[in-house]
């Protein structure tokens, strides 16, 4: 059921309880009226009658009763009989010409009529004069007064009804208007905004409608750009990963040219410059020096390849593991700066994906290299742990710490670092140790996460 149906119904019970209370407050006062009027009117014709009644017969006899009672005519609220001593009818009172020719409803007269009371005198001669009470043009006066009560209440009703009606329907009109606003926000037009409403309540609503819907639209727009830019920032991350995998690739490529070809050439020509060397040695001193020179040229660039392979490409992890190639790395960095203490702790699995493996070799190695060349440090502990779930790498010195600007862009090497962690599942932090210096670590799960 509509609301606007709702709200009539309830306005027209109450207005027609009104008017019932009213008619039935009326009744009983009517009543009450009604039988007071009839037994003090019944006692006073009563005594009246009675006493002239009783001096006329003493006087004259019954006839000059029946005169008396005849001039006195219809006395009201009473009928009034005289009856000789045989039981005949000598008198009855005329009928009443008060709305002759009606009566009220009996059912609405035996409501209203009080309780008939009869008075009988005993005259001389046996005569009896009888006075009862006759209510019925009282109850017809009572019955057309309800009525036309009735008629005014029904009218006012009407008019309540009628004036409520234009009223709820003046109020609800602009309800329909709001339902269709919020239909078409949930069919997805997020653009639709309510007009203007009459009343302040509906414009109260329409004004919060509107904001809502302004909300609602920058929320959804919000979460679709959101979406595009997730989408986006995936996109790139699976482009990112993909040119990390290329430029390893590329790495171990050239990494195996420098180590086959130009290591080999490299040896080749020291070898070459050690023999001229040695036969230009007695006959020719400055071409032998000159073939020294070559030789020792070529050991030093021998030795800058090879300490520029394992950062290309760490060859060692495909033929030694992991473990064999931290041990290597600490090593030497070791050899290179022996005024540094460079401690090592692992404890590894037998076995990790090659992804897992690159990424621990690659954190450890950023630590060290940037705790030897940027931190001033005099001492770098390097300890990588496991268990059943996850690897940790924790790599921290004791130099000067990160300078204030080291958040600004640039840095690509810890943001590669980042980039490779996260996209394993893990996390990787970087920051100031609670003693000072620097403190690189990564958390990496061993079990491949399950996507949300």
Do not use: C
């Amino acid at each position: 059921m509509r609301l606007r149906t709702r709200l009539n119904l309830v306005v027209a019970g109450l207005s027609a309880a009104f008017v019932l209370v009213l008619l039935g407050a009326e009744v009983e006062s009517t009543r009450a009226s009604i039988r007071e009027e009839i037994e003090s009117a019944n006692r006073v014709a009563a005594q009246l009658l009675g006493q002239l009644a009783a001096i006329y017969s003493n006087v004259g006899g019954p006839d000059w009763v029946l005169e008396f009672l005849r001039q006195t005519g219809r006395v009201r609220s009473n009928e009034v009989t005289l009856t000789a001593a045989d039981g005949r009818l000598l008198y009855r009172s005329p009928r009443a010409t008060y709305k002759a020719d009606r009566e009220a409803p009996a059912w609405f007269a035996d409501i209203m009529a009080p309780r008939v009371t009869k008075i009988t005198f005993g005259l001389r001669g046996g005569v009896r004069l009888v006075i009862e009470a006759q209510p019925s043009r009282a109850v017809l006066d009572a019955w057309d007064d309800i009525i036309r009560l009735t008629a005014f209440g029904v009218g006012l009703l009407i008019v309540v009804n009628v004036l409520a009606f234009w009223s709820v329907a003046r109020v609800l009109k602009p309800f329909p208007i709001i339902a269709k606003g919020l239909e078409r926000i949930q069919r997805g037009d997020l653009t639709y905004r309510l007009p203007a409403l009459t009343g302040e309540e509906a414009g109260t609503i329409g004004v919060a409608f509107n904001r809502m819907a302004q909300a609602v639209e920058d929320k959804v727009q919000a979460e679709r750009h959101a979406r595009d830019v997730e989408a986006r920032l995936e996109e790139r991350r699976e482009m990112a990963a993909l040119a990390d995998q290329r430029v390893e690739e590329e790495r171990r490529l050239i990494a195996h040219e420098l180590h086959d070809e130009f290591g080999q050439s490299v040896t080749a020509i020291r070898s070459l410059a050690l023999a001229i060397a040695t036969q230009t040695a007695t006959r020719d001193p400055a071409t032998g020096e000159v073939a020294h020179l070559i030789s020792d040229e070529a050991a030093r660039l021998y030795d800058a390849m090879h300490g520029l392979i394992p950062r290309l490409a760490p060859l060692s992890l495909d033929t030694m593991g992991l473990t064999a190639t931290l041990e290597n790395l600490a090593r030497d960095w070791q050899r290179r700066h022996p005024e540094i203490t460079l401690t090592l702790r692992h404890d590894l699995p037998p076995d990790l994906g090659p992804g897992v493996t690159l990424a621990i070799y690659r954190v450890v190695q950023e630590g060290v290299i940037n705790a030897l060349r940027h931190a001033r440090a005099t001492r770098v502990d390097v300890d990588v742990s496991s268990d059943e779930q996850r690897i940790k790498v924790d790599v921290a010195d004791d130099g000067i710490g990160l300078p204030p600007e080291w958040l600004r862009p640039g840095h690509f090497g810890l943001r590669g670092l980042t980039d490779r962690v996260t996209q394993l599942g893990g996390a990787f932090h970087i920051g100031n140790g609670a003693a000072g210096g620097t403190r690189l670590t990564a958390d990496i799960p061993l079990t491949t996460p399950v996507p949300a």
